[in-house]
């Protein structure tokens, strides 16, 4: 059963009171109701929102930010519903940035960690140990190809550190490609490859030439990707030595705001960089582990990299990253010593075995498949009604829905969202936000989403959008 506070209910009432306003001629539409679900968080007992606020405020860094005028204290999950302080249940459509994939407090997830944590919490690589070698082996025998060997980090911006240093080793060149709006991390290297100024700070970064994004929405080829590819021979022919290191490029831009790369592209840019001697990196973070309907994202664009790198849903939100490689490029790391004190400790391996036995087990893959499809079928309704939407986009359970207030200038409706955004939480929905103008919707959602959930997640976002 659902606790709404007095105050909450009233507050819907007043919303619902100033929309009916606007519509008093109409028959005022019914609010959209969430699925039932039959769970009852335990009480919490914890600091209440503005206390913890508070001490962010004074203890952590000026740096952190948050959704929501008030942002909201989540002290529960389960499946693809999160709860706040006074258990207030809202329809996560965010999984905790694309990470959440098996549902929230998975039982197999938890009863894992559990048991690893009473056996055996860290040792060290430097003894043996069964939990990292079996999912080695269990992710391995996910990969296509000669992909068969595993480095395990503790992030996604730790295993895109990797994988650049190993393509600069493996080639003996120096220079990466990597594309305009793509976020690949935050440290020395990562951040040189992450192509959007938001994301990047005044501070050295070297080797790394940014390609056009091909993006068939705001991109000038539009959807046809063979000619943003050419940007990449130009790179190469006017801004290097005419060798690379490698390319590095997601299967749909995440922080970028769920931006498709244009039909045809990741194949022919995957050819010109094999041509100047350079390795192909995808960056499996947001779209790996079943999230976009196939497995892996680049699947989707019929090509085999030379590396992986993932993180997030790997380990549906415990700290864990990985790369994976050829035997041959593994090789490189053995010209000097290669350490990571928490890369593969027992807990999260164990996490990530289980992980994906559940996602085989509970078929969520064919769920991203199926429920992002009726998702992005509802979606594009929306579009079909309201101006403000000006594209719909991604595959599987990697949706994005852009907001502009003209639809041919494309300008971004950046105050809108944030009123749709705020809107919808009220209703208990809650959202990702994203690309280089904040004007995007991400909805990536725990791969156990339902047609119901999309069906209210739609509704509600249609509700807001007629009254504006
Ligand atoms: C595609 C992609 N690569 C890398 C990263 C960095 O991962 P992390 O935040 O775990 O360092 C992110 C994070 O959002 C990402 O979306």
Known sequence: MQRITAAKRALAAQAHRT????????????????????????????PPAAEILAKRKEFLSPSLFHFYKKPINIVDGKKQYLFDEEGRRYLDAFGGIATVCCGHCHPDVVSAVVKQMNRIQHSTVLYLNHAIADFAEALASKMPGDLKVVFFTNSGTEANELALMMARLYTGCQDIISIRNGYHGNAAGTMGATAQSIWKFNVVQSGVHHTLNPDPYRGVFGSDGEKYAKDVQDLIN?????????FISEAIQGVGGIIELAPGYLPAAYSTIKKAGGLCIADEVQSGFARTGSFWGFESHGVVPDIVTMAKGIGNGIPLGAVVTTPEIAEVLTRRSYFNTF??????????????NVIEKEKLQENAHVVGSYLKERLLSLKDKYELVGDVRGRGL??????????K???????????????????????????????????TPPLCF???????????????LSKM
């Not at 990697?398 to 639809?407: F, K, Q």
């Open 450 to 464: 339902t047609k119901e959930d999309a069906d209210f997640l739609v509704d509600a976002m249609g509700y807001t």
């Open 343 to 356: 890369g593969g400790n027992p807990v999260c391996t164990a996490a990530g075995l289980a992980v994906l």
């Open 398 to 407: 990697m949706l994005g829905l852009e907001l502009v207030t003209d639809r």
């Open 19 to 46: 929309f009916s306003q606007s519509a008093a001629s109409l028959r005022e539409p019914e609010l959209p109701k969430m699925p039932a679900f039959d769970y009852t968080p335990p009480p919490y007992s914890g």
């Open 409 to 443: 200038l494309k300008t971004p409706a950046k105050t809108e969202i944030v009123h749709v955004m705020e809107q919808m939480k009220d209703m208990g929905v809650l959202v990702g936000k994203g690309g280089y103008y904040g004007n995007v919707f991400r909805i």
């Open 238 to 246: 006017f801004g290097t030595s005419g060798h690379v290191a490698g």
